[in-house]
Nanobody
Framework: QVQLVESGGGLVQPGGSLRLSCAASGVTFTIYGMGWYRQAPGKRRELVATITEGDTLNYADSVEGRFTVSTDNAKNTVYLQMNHLKPEDTAVYYC??????????????WGQGTQVTVSS
């Protein structure tokens, strides 16, 4: 059973920084990709940043240059370093992991979410 445990959310002032972590346990097959999504009140969940096989990076335009996604493959952990935070970054941030299976299909898992609030 794959489980994702997130940490690092909280309250920060505009211009500040936070680092989110997400550790995946129970992974028995290879990981295709890891990343972060977010959902603000009244809005749809949106992609923030992902890393997929071959270290292909994908960032939302709104966070490009401010956020950095990285992984520690030995620990099955994905990080999101968030700098120069803005009030519009306020949302619940969800970790996402996609795992390859022997049947050549992929399975997707989500963390429980961690609140990030940017406010003075």
């Amino acid at each position: 059973q794959v489980q994702l445990v997130e940490s690092g959310g909280g309250l920060v002032q505009p211009g500040g920084s936070l680092r989110l972590s997400c550790a995946a346990s129970g992974v028995t097959f290879t990981i295709y990709g890891m990343g972060w999504y977010r959902q603000a009140p009244g809005k749809r969940r949106e992609l923030v940043a992902t890393i997929t096989e071959g270290d292909t990076l994908n960032y939302a335009d709104s966070v490009e240059g401010r956020f950095t996604v990285s992984t520690d493959n030995a620990k099955n952990t994905v990080y999101l370093q968030m700098n120069h935070l803005k009030p519009e970054d306020t949302a619940v941030y969800y970790c996402n992991v996609i795992i390859n299976t022997p049947s050549q299909m992929r399975r997707e898992y989500w963390g429980q979410g961690t609140q990030v609030t940017v406010s003075s």
